[in-house]
């Protein structure tokens, strides 16, 4: 962390980091603190509860995927181009993935199980991203195709990072993004091909 970032910045970072290494339940306040370079009482001076450093880790989870998405993106870029800088995103996560899943997905699925006041937030950055996906493919092809598009695509990805991480293994998320690059010029390229045509599928 910078010498710079603010105590409830180090705070949350920590928090994150923790969260998505140990899970929700194992990560402790006083760990948070420790991992931040702070007592257990400057925490609580930032935030009440665990749950307070929860929801601020999830918005700050929410705002990094929208700044790795969006930062830096040409306004008129097309869908190829968003959706690619997404699997570039995960492609380079790799490693991290196979150590230790998916920070988002794993967070969801932990909460999961304890009840809509942690799940629904833990989701939410999981959801904006499928919107996203849709949005992008909306471009192209009909709301029906491009929400099927979305699913299968966030489903892949999620699904490379599960198996990444029980094998310890990085280059299962390689050779599905890569194959998922592929689908995603196939199914563009169809979708030009019947934009002429509303009443068939895309995908």
Request: net charge neutral; glycine share 6%.
């Amino acid at each position: 962390m910078s010498d710079t970032t603010s105590p409830r910045e180090r705070i949350v970072e920590a928090a994150d980091r923790l969260f998505a290494e140990h899970g929700f339940a194992a990560t402790s306040i006083a760990d948070v603190a420790a991992a931040a370079g702070l007592l257990k009482g400057n925490v609580a001076y930032y935030f009440k509860t665990k749950q307070d450093v929860f929801d601020a880790v999830v918005l700050a989870r929410q705002q990094r995927l929208s700044r790795e998405l969006t930062e830096g993106l040409a306004p008129d870029a097309d869908a190829k181009t968003a959706i690619a800088r997404l699997l570039a995103q995960v492609r380079s996560e790799a490693d991290r993935l196979a150590r230790f899943g998916c920070p988002i997905g794993s967070l969801s699925t932990e909460l999961g199980k304890t009840g809509d006041s942690l799940q629904s937030p833990a989701a939410r950055p999981l959801l904006e991203l499928e919107d996203y996906l849709r949005s992008q493919f909306g471009r192209v092809m009909t709301a029906s195709a491009a929400r099927e598009c979305a699913e299968h695509l966030l489903a892949l990805l999620q699904g490379a990072g599960v198996v990444a991480h029980a094998r310890r293994d990085p280059a299962v998320v390689r050779r599905q993004v890569d194959a998922a690059s592929v689908w995603l010029d196939n199914v563009l390229a169809q979708a030009a091909q019947l934009q002429g045509h509303p009443s068939r599928s895309a995908v």
